[in-house]
């Protein structure tokens, strides 16, 4: 019965809205999910926040005891002074950058499908970014002193250091939450407005008031509003580019084997909206499910996503490649000697194994047009690519330090519980923030899908 | 945008608003009132339609420029924060490295001009926009919650030099719009 | 040239199960854990360092602080500058001069007395542990009867009421037990006692003293003889499992001074370079220098003795006495304590014949007060506790209950006197046994005298008053002697009054607490009559344990001490524990594994103990070692390891046949600072023969491999006015840890305990790294200190995002604590991985007594925050504003790193690469001078000069 | 469609984001503010000390050298602190039954040393050389002020590490000739910056910015 209503619902690989809506029905049925009352919220939110809700505290009790311990909780060790912390924030990072990117570029590219899912990926972006900025600051080992890497004058005269990739991190990060958080916001002023004025209880419709700050769509707004967003995009196009490009010099500028490589902006740009597009695709797809939008979400988005998750895959196992490549033709024997411990003689050899198949393998099956038209097979792959993405960086921060220049300083790195715990712990602060996104604000883009309907079927723009 | 404030005092409306129900009617509206001589006027979308802000004599680049002059400001500032910090304030031998190693200052200074320009490009918006400006007179009008949903109005102000109550009604009427109603200052 | 062959990698070389499971698993050592440290953390974060590291630097209120002058400030003392002390440091009984740097009264840091013999400024790993000891909050701290605090009064009474019992009875029933005394005034009191009581007797026991050297001497000459080696004469030296180069040896300091010396000069100035052969079980330092390293069971050392004596068959037996054939009266056969004494008898005979005697040997008078077979003594004195003949009992120090030879059963023996007293420097397991305990003065709070290896009289004196209300052995004998209120420095004083002929006494002291020994008393050379080999005993056959002081902790002394605990043992990198080393062969013989644990018996007496496969080890052998399975030496090493002793039978004090090893279970992880043995086909450590060197003199950093300066895409920094830079010259380098120790103690590092170890968490700042090369069973030894390199292009500089690391206007690659917020980046970024990382609060800032022993010049760092070798930097500005107040430059020489003073081979060299002239200059002007992975173009200021060997060409082997 | 919001509320939401800006800004400068001022520093602040010891008195009055008390500063990072021994040289002879002075006494009788409070205190980590500032001609006023008109001491200077810095790089604004060093009266001459140069030079002043110069 559920799957009859979704094959009605959802107008198939050629479409970006279903049939039959007007003004009027897209404004509700967005409008709808959130004002839908408290008690008739989908049960699997419920659920899906209550699991989330006890992660976060397990994430609050792993960092009370982390600052009242310090960082030896971890398994962190010389040499792998580096280990979960880093490689969840450029986890998060990366999934954080497929907000953006479906936002801006695609924006520029006028891509209809975008529409439906870019609001959504904005807040994803955000909440993901959020999460990585805190493994930074957590991973210090005197982390009340992290306001020592902003420049700020300060009675000792001393400043960041901005050589350091970190500096560049710390402009990059932060500069990439607060853009990602305009961009968020201001798409959502004049969904504010309609909220406003469709919302019944006074005091939603003065908090909303608020919000919209007294947006009236009038045409002027319009015209300076469109103006605004358009260079917002235009800005954040090479910002998507530059952060993770960033966050890769933190390895590629050290001398470390493994690390110390050129190919690793591009490599892992790819790879960041590689994983964001499997992260929207593991949250949309359930969430269209349960708030009954296949109409909206429809399977075109989903090919398109699973095109491009597609083609980002072939680029960073073009990465992979030339990793293993450059190893033997650089002929330098730590090189080489870091590739074989890595992929074969190392401890965590079958870590590699495991992100070749996560990453490369499986998502191969995307070629054929049956898989991408498979709801649940989109999903695994998706669920897959998050795991391999991790992987990816796992291989790249541990197995490069485990073993380096000089054997008699070569180390073991093995996780504890603390640091699996402030994992798992902001996996549920994502979601916690994820699912009261969906239920407090309008997950997909009113005025736009109004756009999308004015553009589709101007024939019946107005149902009556 | 404020000119009612200058004139509110001797004015009874705010200005007369006509209600449409499909966008086309109202661009052929705008364009019909700013051909028959209407300036101070303006329109009320769901969401932004193609040339209608031209059909009411709107055009402004001021958006672009403030965020150009931002971007600029961001840049330099970032780039001359950094070689301030490494050459003047402070001067270390980092890893044998010149004191101006310009090419590391580049993310920042890139990353820098971004916020900045973002930034301004928001703000600026808003400010041109007025807001926030959580009362208007137009929010008066009844039905005019559906503007943010599905009705399309246009508004010509009392500001406006021909506007005259009765007139200026005769000639919204000739539009065939649903309605037109006052909008009480 | 012929590359020195290293392993590819141990799996190349695997050659059983079981070493193959060593083997691979470099990290048999490494459980994980999913926890915390253990208790013993919270304790240990304590033994390494103190007053607080301050906060945040913004917005913080700096609390309010008091400032304490004296009332009656000593005459001498300037406020905020060291005082330096002449004192002597015992170990088993022998001194060996030192001088201790006392800020504000406080004994700090430990170096070597120049002027003394045994030192000659150099110092052993457990001499700069001292410190450490002084400072332990776990000494005895009070007088105690039957385990009740009680007072030094209430004690004299009890010893007066003893004396006077033996007043009555001539002494019958009292006996003393001491350790091997070499003190004459304490001899003398002694023998004052003896005159008074004549029934009395004293008994000695050493547990790792000199037994078999005695023993030895008195089979060959009929009489004890000290042999004193001079190895700046000896071109060929020929070790019977002598491991000379080892701190337990006596006058090891100086042998290692003497032998490095004549290597040094031979690769400095071709002089002709010493050639070492080593006979041993097991693997020491003295094996891994020598050219010829024969492995074979403790007990075939004799017969492989007695071929060169008998003119040999053994191929390597008939090269070798060719090569002594050669250098007679420049060679020298040392026999080790570990042998049997006719062994030492064939080492006396063959230098005899090999015309060493007078030239290389030297023959003085016992130094021990009254060298006797210390066995026999305690086998007597056990024998008269059972049968009740002993009414009161008297141990001056020393620990039988738990090191006397198992056989003997002390402690029951022990349990049938009526009055037992012990002097001890911790409550530990004998005094657990005894009526009355008094806490010991420690050596740097008494006065007191003793001889060195070679007879030389040195002062003891104090350097702060003892903190617990010790009391020396002086003392306490004085009660016996009715002269319960002399101090002990009237009785040392007196002593030298009236050996000192003359009347300027008083200058003549003078002179002695300068210099802290009496100039001239080393024993003269004597001539012993011919040598006599004693008939052979049976030989033994079967599994042999051989015994060995820890190469760290020693006897058990010192096993309280943290800093020796955490201190990698030279050739396995173990801390914190003993092992069953066996060899690979061995260990596929009983299908044993690193890690098994065992139930190991002989002649009925059994013990429990992990095994460690130990590449070198003689086959069908094990050695273990002294020093653990302690249950009464405090919070440190209680239950740390297991007890040796209780296998150790007073017929065969250091090997004997016959042992049984049962495997009871597996997986026990130890903890070292070394988890890979080999090079991995790199070339950390460069070495060649002489004859190579002679041919290839650039063997070190051949023209393709280096780096040219201009190889750089930014101009080099100038140093104009200072350049400091490190030589670490690896053909000296004995690997005997002295440089770690000393560092520690100069630097405030923390210890952190067995846990962190395991996990590689160890602050040691100097590295020294072990590598293997050759084959498995047999392979060379070499050992490489790895200290910060002060690369001038520093890549742990360019990551900080903090600028808490930088570069000095002299080169050195700065490490500001306070600055450091641990982001780590630094040590990942650091191809040497010579940066330490506070992952917690290492650093003891909880216990009071520890504060003491801190450098005060140094930083004690917090949690979270980077740390590394400086240099020594706190010594530099010293040096630097002292010289600007004299306004002149820093002379060469005047900066001494901690390392460097320690070092008792003169490996390291530290000083200005600005002035030609200078001694690291001129080291690095050598083509042996190379640099760790040059080719990463960092430009360290810490350069190696590779090692040369010098083989005997019929034995060099491919 | 009734208004959501009063008329008012157009200037009030302008108002408010004008005053959130402000007080933001507010913040920021009086966390700075308070960071500069006494209750952090204690600048300017006589600190309670067992006896109300005088410099004033002692210096000015009496005319002792700064050198008679602290003996150590020409030769020890330590200027030195004087023993009991050192006041009670005189104070047996003078003011012998001063109610003041009993700690001094009490603690000559009972060889409890006074503990004085701290007026000038570098955190744990920071490492002072009094010896080689007053040889290269940094007088005692320089950086403790005219301790010779101070009835209770008290510090003049924060000791944050930029007024260190600020020396260490500019000497010549500070170096005076060394006769003058202990001349609490002395007055920087008009060329300062011209004397300070050629002293500079004579004395071999280096101006030293290197970390370790002061942390270790």
Redesign the interface.
Known sequence: MEEERVATLDPGPDKVIGPGHDFKSVTEKIGGVVFMPFVRTPRQLFIGFAVAFVLVNLFLVAVTWLFARGVGVWGIVIPVAWGFAIVNFVWWIGIGHAGTLISAILLLLKQDWRTSINRFSEAMTLFAVACAGMFPILHLGRPWLAYWLLPYPNTMWLWPQPRSPLIWDVFAVSTYASVSFLFWFTGLIPDFATMRDSARQSWARKIFGVLAMGWRSSAKHWARYQKAYLLLAGLSTPLVVSVHSVVSFDFSVSILPGWHTTIFPPYFVAGAIYSGFAMVLTLAIPVRRWYHLEDMITMRHIECMSKVMLGTGLIVAYGYGMEAFMAWYSGNQFERFMYWNRAWGGHYWWTYVLLIFCNILIPQALWSRRVRMSVPAVFAIALVVNVGMWLERFVIVVTSLERDFMPSAWGRYYPTFWDIATYAGTIGVFLCLMFLFIRGLPAISMFEMREVVHHEEPSHAHGD | ?LTETRTAGHVKLHGLMAGF???EALLQA?RGAYAAGYRHM????????EG??D??G???????RW?FAG?LTGACG?FG??WW??VV??P???????LN?WI??I??T???M??V???T??I???I??G??????P?????????????KFFLCIEATDSLFDAASTREFLESLQPEEVSDVAP | MKEPKYWRSLEELQQSESFRRFAEDEFADRTPDWNDPASRRRFLRVMGASLALGGAAACTKQPKETIVPYVRQPEEFVPGKPLFYATSIMSAGLATGALVESHLGRPTKVEGNPDHPASLGATTPQMQATVLTLYDPDRAQTVTHNGNIDTWGNFVTALAAVRDVADLKKGAGLRLLTGTITSPTLAAQIGEILAAFPQARWHQWEPCGSHTEYAGSVAAFGKAWNAVYRLNRAARIVSLDADFLDPWFPGSLRYTRDYTAKRRDAAQNSTEAPRLYVAESAPSITGGMAEHRFRMRAADIESFAEGLVEGASDPRQHALLKDLEDHRGSSVVIAGRYQQPRVHAIAHLLNERFGNIGSTVIYTDPVEANPTDQVASLRELVAEMRSGAVEALLILGGNPVYDAPADLNFLEALQHVKLRAQLGLYYNETAEWCHWHVPEAHTFESWSDARAWDGTASIVQPLIAPIYNGKTPHEVLGVLLNQADRSAHDTVQDFWRAQHKGTDFSDFWQIALHDGLIAGTAFPEQAPPAARIPEATAASSGVEISFRPDPCVGDGTSSNNAWLQELPKPCNKMTWDNALWISAKTAERFNLGTGDIVELSQAGRKLRGPVWIQPGHADESLTIHFGYGRTRAGRVADGVGFNAYALRASGALWHGAGAQMKRISHGYSFATTQHTQTMEERDPFRLATVDEYRSHPDFARPEGQRVTKDLTLFPMWNYPKYKWGLSIDLTACTGCNACMVACQAENNIAVVGKEEVAKGRHMNWIRLDRYFSGPVDDPQMYFQPVPCMHCEDALCELVCPVAATVHSGEGLNEMVYNRCVGTRYCSNNCPYKVRRFNFYLYSDWYTRSLYGGRNPDVSVRSRGVMEKCSYCVQRINEAKIGAEKEDRPVRDGEIITACQQACPANAIVFGNLNDPESEVSRRKRQQRDYSLLEELNTHPRTTYLARLRHPNPDLEKG | MAQIFHRSSNSLAKVSIAGTLLGLSGLVWAAYEINAGAFITNVAVAREQPVPFSHKHHVTDDGIDCRYCHTSVETSPFAGLPPTETCMSCHSQIWTNAAMLEPVRASFRTGQSIAWTRVHDLPDYVYFNHSIHVNKGIGCATCHGRVDQMPLTYAVNTLYMQWCVECHRNPEKYVRPREQVFNMAYEAPADQLEQGRRLVTQYKIQSLTDCVTCHR
Do not use: K, W
């Not at chain 2, 303006?42 to 339609?49: L, R």
């Not at chain 2, 270390?92 to 010149?98: F, L």
């Not at chain 2, 009008?141 to 599905?150: Q, T």
């Open positions: 945008m129900r499909q966008p705008a303006d329109a009320y979308t769901p969401m932004p339609i209608l802000a059909a009411i709107f055009q402004s680049n001021a958006v672009s965020v971007g970032g924060l950094m910090i490494t304030a402070f270390h031998n980092v890893a044998g490295r010149p190693s590391a200052y993310p920042i890139f990353e820098c971004v916020l320009a973002c930034f490009a928001v600026s918006m808003l041109m926009n807001l926030p400006q959580p009362y208007h137009v929010f008066n009008v009844d039905e005019f919650e559906r503007a943010s949903r599905d």
